[in-house]
C-alpha cells in the first residue's frame, strides 16, 4: 500500500479531463515547447500591441541592453533551482559586488571583475554554509542573508551613491555586454550538458536522498553551486556597474524576483529535478523581458506592471507545478 | 441462505503499467470473518485501499447492504459502516487518544461552534474501559504510548461504531501474543453482534485458524474463496502461488566449499539505537545473509556496510585494509547497495531510468572528458535490457515503473558499475515470482563471477534457499551462525531469532 500511494496514474479509457490534462502537462515535449510557444505569443501579442514599436530594431538592442545582467545572474539561479534550492539574496549580492566594482574600478578594471566575483563567491559561500552544514532550507536561509546585505548595501551608500571610475561606461556597448552574456551561457551550458553537473544536479532536485545513495556528495555540490551562482552574479554585477556607473541603496532591488518569475516562465519546474532544461533560462529571460518592457511600452505605471507580473507569474506556477514533487523544495 | 453484506463488482485499479487489481467480484457474508492472502503485490491492500476510499477506483464498484458505496476517504468511508486497521502507524502523533479516536468526527461534540473537549474526553474514555484498556487514559497526548497500544487505541478508533465492515490489515505482525488476543477478542465480537471482518495476514496459520473462509487473490486476480475449515497451509501457499510450491527458484547446489579470501571485514560495528558491536567477514565469491526480525537491526547493517549510517563506530574495511566511512568510498571502491527503501534511497524516483542506471558510473562514461547523452543512453540501454527491465525506452522515469521493474532498475545500475560487493536489502520485497526467479538467478550467476553478497531479507526461506552462510540477528547483535545445508529448517532459524 504504502509503496504504490504516490504514483496514482489512472490508464483506462474514459480517463476524466483532468486526468488528461495532467497526462498532457507531464510530456517532455509540452515542456519544451509550451515555453517557446509562450515567447512567440508574447512577442506577437506585445508587437501588435504596441502597433509594431517593440520590434523596431532600436527598441529591440534597447530591450536586450536592460537583458544581460538578469540573464547572467538568472544562469546561477538555474544550477541552484535544478537542485530544488532557491536563492532570494541575488538582489543584495548583486548590490554589495557591485558597490566592490566600483571601489576596485579605480585601480584596475581585471581586480574590479574578480573583486566582485569574489564578493558574489563569499556571500555564496556564506548562503550555502547555513544550507549545509545547519542544515536550514535555502528559502529561509536567502530571506536573511537577502535582509543582512539588502542593509549592509544601505549603509553603505547612507551618505552618497558609490561611483565607479567615471569612463567605464566606454565599455557599455552592446558588443561587449553581449559576448560576455553569451560566454557565461555557453560556458554554463557545456558544464550542464556535457559533464556530471546536470545530472547530478537534477538527481538532487528529483530525490535527494537517492542521489546520496547513488554516490553524489550532495553536500559538497550544494555549496559549491551556491559559491558558484554567486561568483556569477558578481561576474553580473559588472554588467551592472558599466550600465549605471554607481550603485544606490536600491541596486538589484527586486531581482531575485524578478530571476525566479523569468526561469519559471521560461518552464523550470519551481521545484527542479529531471525535468529541467537549459533552454529555460534563455526562454524564460526574454519572455519576462519582453513582458515587462512591452507593458512599460503601452504606458503602464510601474504598480501595475507589477500586479500584472504578479497575476502572470501566479498562472505559470500553477500550470507548471509538478505535483508530484512540489512539496520538496528545499 | 447466507446473507451478502458487500460485493466488490468487477473492481478494476491500475497504477501505470501495473494492472495491480482485474476484475475482482468478490461477495462477503454477514457475520463473517474472511481472510485476505496472497503474496505481496497481489492486489489485497490495493483492493481494500479502493474500498476505504483511500484509492479510487478506475472501474466497477462496491456494493454495501444493497446499495452502492461511494466514499473518497476513511471518513466518509466510516460514516457508511466500513473501517479499517492499517498496517502502518494509523493514529496521529500530536493528538491526545481521545482526539485520535474521534478523528474526523469531531462534529459531535461541537456546539455552537465550540468543541466540548471534556465530553470528548469522558465518552472515550468510556468506550476504553469498555474495551478492557482502562491502563490508557484518553487525555494523555497519543505519543505517551508504544507501539502495542497505539494498536489497540486504532482498534477502539475503528470498532466503536459498530462498523458492518472491519478490515484489519497486516496488524498482527507488530502486535505481541496479547495484543493478538485481544484483536482476536474484537474480531470474534464484531462477527458475532453478525458483522463482518476482512482479515489480511500473512501468517497462514493464523488465517486458517481465525477466519470462516479465505479469499485468494494472486497478480490482481480473485482465484478462489475456500472454508477455512477445508484447507491446510499447503493448499492455500499453491493457491497463492500458483503452483506446487518448490525450491526450483532458488539455488540446488550444497556443500561447494567458498574461498577462504576474505573481501570484506566489520569489526565492532555499532550504530546508536540500531546494532550494538557487530563483527563478520564476507569471503570472495560468497552469499552471505543476514536475517531476524524487522525490527532486529538488520537493515542497517547494509547501511554500515556502505557507509551510510550515522554515528556508527567501529570499523569497515576492504581486503587491502582500505576503511570504507562513506558511501562514495563505497562505491569508488566497489561496493553496491540496494536498500530497502527502494523508492527514496535505492532510486531518484523522479528521474529517469537512464539517469538512475549511469549516476554512479559517470566518471567512466566520460570520452575524452566529455559525458555525450547519446553514451549515458546506450550504457543505461545495454544493461536495462540486459536484466530485461519492462519499460518504454530509458528515458521513461522510473516512478511509472512496478517495483519488480524498479528494483531490475537497481541492478541494472549495479551490473553496470560492476561491482565487486553487492549488499542487497530486501531484495524480492513486493516483487511478483517471475521477477523474484529472476533476481535469484542474477545473484547465482554474480557468485559464478566470483563477486561477494551479502543478502538482508525478512523471508527465511530466501535466505535458506540462496546462501552460503547465514548470520541471524536478534536485539542488533548476533544471535546465531548457520552454514548452508539441506537439512536447515525454518525452525531452527526462528529459533535464533525470537
Known sequence: MTELQNIEIPTTENKSFGAKYREFMDKPVTRGVLPVVGLLIIIALFAILTGGKIIQPFNISLLLSQTYMLM??????????????????QGSMLAIASIVICYLSTYSLPLAILGGMVTGGAIGAINGFFLVKRKMPSFIVTICTMFLFRGLCAYLTTN???????????????????????????????????????????????????????????????????????????????????????????????????????????GLPI?????????????????????STGLVMMGFTTQMQQLIEGVIFLIVVAIFSDRKSIQVIK | MEEVI????????SFGITHAVKDVTLPFNKGEIRGLIGENGSGKSTLMSMLLGIYSIDSGKFILDGKELNVNNQVEANRNGVSIIVQEMGTLSGLTVAENIFLGNEDRFVKFGI??????NREAQALLDKYGFNRIDATMMIDNYDFEDRKLIEIVKATYFDPKVLVIDETTTALSQSGRDELYKHMNRIRDEGNTVIFISHDLAEVIKYTNSISVLRDGVLIDTVQSSDVTEDDLKKLMVGRVLDDRYYRTDYGEAVSDDVVLSVKNVSVPGEIKNMSFELHKGEILGIGGLSECGMHEVGKAVFGASYDRTGEVTLADGTPINSITTAIKHSIAYASKDRDNESLVINDSISDNICLPSMDSLRVNNILLNKHLNEFANKYAKLISVKMVDVNQFVSDLSGGNKQKVVLARWIGKNSDIVVLDSPTRGIDVKVKADIYALMSEMKKQGKSIIVISEEIMELLGMCDRILVMKDGALSGEFMRSPTLTEEDFIAKMV
Do not use: W
Not at chain 1, 271 to 291: C, D, E, H, M, P
Open chain 1, 160 to 266: 552618497s551613491p558609490v561611483y565607479a571610475i567615471g569612463d567605464i561606461n566606454k565599455y557599455n556597448t552592446m558588443t561587449i555586454e553581449l559576448t560576455l552574456t553569451a560566454i557565461v551561457l555557453l560556458l554554463v551550458y557545456l558544464l550542464f550538458h556535457f559533464t556530471k553537473l546536470g545530472s547530478n544536479l537534477k538527481a538532487i532536485g528529483a530525490g535527494e536522498t537517492g542521489a546520496r545513495f547513488a554516490g553524489i556528495k550532495v553536500e559538497k555540490t550544494k555549496l559549491l553551486v551556491y559559491i558558484a551562482a554567486g561568483m556569477i552574479t558578481g561576474f553580473a554585477a559588472f554588467i551592472n556597474v558599466i550600465k549605471v556607473g554607481s550603485v544606490t541603496s536600491t541596486s538589484g532591488n527586486m531581482m531575485e524576483t524578478q530571476i525566479l518569475i523569468a526561469l519559471v516562465l521560461g
Open chain 1, 271 to 291: 521545484s527542479g529535478g529531471a525535468k529541467v532544461r537549459f533552454t529555460n533560462v534563455i526562454v524564460g529571460v526574454l519572455t519576462y523581458k519582453i513582458l
Open chain 2, 115 to 120: 468543541k466540548n473537549t471534556t465530553a470528548m
Open chain 1, 72 to 89: 547572467i545572474a538568472a544562469t546561477g539561479v538555474f544550477l541552484i533551482m535544478t537542485m530544488g534550492c532557491l536563492d532570494f539574496s
Open chain 2, 6 to 13: 458487500l460485493r466488490a463488482e468487477n473492481v478494476n485499479k
